[in-house]
């Protein structure tokens, strides 16, 4: 299963920042650690192409985040410090994003350690998203008829409302997000199909919402599936409100691939948030997506 990875390239934080860094090494090293992956199926990613990002970005705003020109108030909206690491970042988290389509679509599965960026708007990016990843790859394919149908099925605990506005009325992408209700963002756009859970929402009713509306993504005939499969939900994490167990998560990862698989459905797994404190428990939580994912998948 190739999967893809940019922490290599750091960006630099003030102390204390609450953005987890630390998050993306720690799952490369768990996945190994714990056999989930091997070496050889962990590639560094490689950068979009400026042209292509510019299908889902105006020019302007991305001219100003490649010459740092952008101003104070927007980079704090994305809240990370601009540098040219984070820029190199950016682009190369973008480029896993569609190298992990692309091998899904040749192999039935492939991941990104990295993206899920979905709160960045067309001019503007927010919630510690620059570029938003799938919206760029997505715009992208449908322009060159890679596939005509494309599912995103969200499940980050914060509404993916900026997938929603860059693809959220184009009749060739059904984008699902399942979320706090009272998480960010608080002014939604809305998506083909949002769920809205209660603060302390536990495994049972989680699962069971996902079982309930699975179904209304795979009646669109999917050609792709981009699973973002933030694990923000888990009752450890410090923006989630949700009240998920480490086993709710690894059910609700079974039930999108299996999903994704018994309808042979290519799926491209993408990352999304995670805060846990420690953030030992997000990092076990990604990886737990790739054993399950490992299980699912004999490849
Ligand atoms: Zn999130």
């Not at 896993?96 to 192999?107: I, T």
């Not at 299996?258 to 953030?279: D, E, H, K, L, T």
């Amino acid at each position: 299963m190739n999967v893809y990875y940019s922490d290599h390239i750091t960006f630099p934080l003030p102390a204390g920042h609450r953005f987890p860094a630390a998050k993306y090494a720690l799952l490369r090293q768990e996945l190994l650690q714990q056999n989930i992956l091997q070496e050889r199926e962990l590639i560094p990613a490689t950068h979009i192409a400026p042209e292509i990002v510019t299908l889902a970005h105006t020019q302007a705003y991305f001219n100003s985040i490649l010459d740092g020109s952008i101003d104070d108030r927007s980079m704090r909206q994305i809240g990370i410090p601009w540098s040219p690491e984070l820029v190199r970042r950016s682009l190369s988290s973008v480029g896993g994003s569609l190298q992990a389509a692309q091998d899904a679509l040749r192999q039935g599965i492939a991941g990104n350690l990295g993206g899920g960026t979905h709160h960045a708007m067309a001019d503007q990016g927010r919630g510690f998203c620059v570029f938003n990843d799938l919206a760029i790859v997505s715009l992208y394919w449908l322009q060159n008829q890679i596939v005509r149908k494309i599912a995103i099925i969200d499940l980050d605990v914060h509404q993916g409302d900026g997938n929603a506005a860059l693809l959220g009325k184009n009749p060739h992408v059904f984008t699902f997000s399942m979320h706090g209700a009272k998480n960010y963002p608080f002014h939604r756009v809305p998506s083909t199909l949002d769920i809205d859970l209660p603060d302390g929402t536990q495994d049972q009713e989680y699962l069971a919402a996902l079982e309930n509306a699975l179904p209304r993504v795979l009646a669109f005939r999917p050609e792709i599936i981009f699973y973002l499969a933030g694990v923000d939900p888990l009752a450890e994490d410090r923006l989630g409100r949700l009240q998920l167990s480490m086993q709710g998560l690894a059910q609700r990862d079974y039930l999108v691939l299996n999903a994704c698989r018994s309808n042979q459905i290519p799926v491209a797994i993408v990352m999304g948030g995670g805060y846990a404190q420690p953030i030992e428990h997000t990092a076990r939580a990604h990886a737990q997506t790739y054993r399950v994912a490992k299980e699912i998948y004999p490849i």
